[in-house]
């Protein structure tokens, strides 16, 4: 009973978590700029060595502007530890964890917009090439993105200062994720690692020449991104009932 009512639900929190995102300027200025900002740094740095665009920046903006807003967004669980409206949502009567889980869910969900922002920006520079490994790549962002940021909001759950961790999640995972870096580029332990992250095999799938070779990298980035969602899961659980415990779901002791 409580799994369908939480199923039920689900639509109207993530509507509902959307509409929140996009009435503060901050998280939609940061879902409208990031991308934006990201293919301008790729197209200075084509000119600065006299290449031509690739046609293939959309895919590197769209997702760099995806993970922005994934990270960035999640921290409207500060915001609403701040507004008293945090334990509310932990305690409804869903499966644990559910509603709070949702919340980075939707994040990612309104990073979608980085897309036709890119795709805009690519057609407008009069190069633009589109793949099936790159839309294949695209879809596996957003998952890949939804998942891992389960594990963020635990963090935001579980700290009343995690804002402050905000650029550390962001920067080292565009780097890792081989957006700016070629993965090749990095030493073996460190691509290991990288590895271990969902984002950079959803990218490597939007990097493969083939679809033939796209699908089976597809499919682990798949299981990569449950492993993850289960595990941030397991973590929401566990921060909102330390939380509930403590009595710490508040703005301030």
Do not use: K
Request: glycine share 10%; charged share 10%; net charge positive.
């Amino acid at each position: 009973m409580t799994e369908q009512r939480s199923l039920g639900v689900a639509p109207a929190i993530v509507r509902f978590e959307i509409a929140s995102l996009v009435r503060t300027p901050f998280f939609l200025h940061n879902a409208l700029l990031s991308p934006i900002a990201f293919f301008v740094f790729l197209a200075l740095g084509q000119a600065a060595q006299g290449r031509d665009l690739l046609g293939t920046e959309w895919f590197t903006a769209s997702t760099a502007g995806i993970w922005a807003t994934t990270t960035t967004a999640v921290g409207i669980i500060g915001y609403q530890r701040f507004q008293g409206t945090l334990e509310p949502l932990a305690v409804a009567p869903l499966r644990p964890g559910f509603a709070l889980a949702l919340t980075p869910a939707s994040a990612s969900l309104l990073g979608i917009i980085a897309i036709p922002i890119s795709l805009g920006l690519q057609l407008f520079s009069g190069s633009i090439r589109v793949t099936p490994e790159s839309v294949l790549g695209l879809v596996l962002v957003l998952i890949s993105c939804a998942s891992s940021s389960l594990a963020v909001s635990a963090i935001f759950i579980a700290s009343r200062n995690a804002t402050a961790f905000e650029p550390l999640l962001l920067i080292p995972v565009w780097l890792l994720s081989g957006l700016i870096v070629p993965l090749a580029a990095f030493p073996e332990p460190l691509r290991l690692v990288a590895s271990l992250f969902p984002l950079t095999l959803a990218v490597g799938v939007a990097q493969q020449g083939s679809l033939a070779a796209a699908i089976p990298l597809g499919m682990l980035a798949l299981l990569v991104s449950a492993i993850w969602a289960g595990l941030g899961f397991r973590a929401i659980g566990r921060a909102a009932g330390n939380a509930y415990r403590t009595g710490t779901f508040g703005f301030t002791q």
